[in-house]
């Protein structure tokens, strides 16, 4: 599977943006796929998580409630519409495939995570 993450870009406060993470592979459709960040000086973050069909979610704490994940695996495509963005929401964003297939076990740890995307890098004024 390789990833392709697009979408970032420079936003004010309360704005929004939607990310999205193209694949290339079969088993896309078959895995788990979520999203994390790095901000400046910080530690990879998780974001959110979407089960291979599409069924569940998950979400992080700090994006509960503004940030939404949804695929459309017709297109082998992962989004991530975020709103309400925050100026502590600036990051550079990944997404990533889960390394088993028709499982969710362990979501929000980067290392059951084994095909990463390069990154798109979401800047927020204030």
């Known amino acids: 599977v390789q990833l392709q993450a697009s979408g970032g870009g420079l936003v004010q406060a309360g704005g929004s943006l939607r990310l999205s993470c193209a694949a290339s592979?079969?088993?896309?459709?078959?895995?788990?796929t979520g999203w994390f960040r790095q901000g400046p000086g910080k530690e990879r973050e998780f974001v959110s998580a979407?089960?291979?069909?599409?069924?569940?979610?998950y979400y992080g704490d700090p994006v509960k409630g503004r940030f939404t994940i949804s695929r459309d695996n017709a297109k082998n495509t992962v989004y991530l519409q975020m709103m309400s963005l925050k100026p502590e929401d600036t990051a550079v964003y990944y997404c990533?495939?889960?390394?088993?297939?028709?499982?969710?076990?362990?979501?929000?740890?980067?290392?059951?995570?084994?095909?990463w995307g390069q990154g798109t890098l979401v800047t927020v004024s204030s």
């Open positions: 979407i089960s291979w069909g599409g069924s569940r979610t």
């Open positions: 990533a495939a889960y390394r088993l297939a028709y499982s969710t076990d362990g979501y929000n740890n980067p290392a059951q995570y084994n095909y």
């Open positions: 592979g079969r088993t896309f459709s078959r895995v788990t």
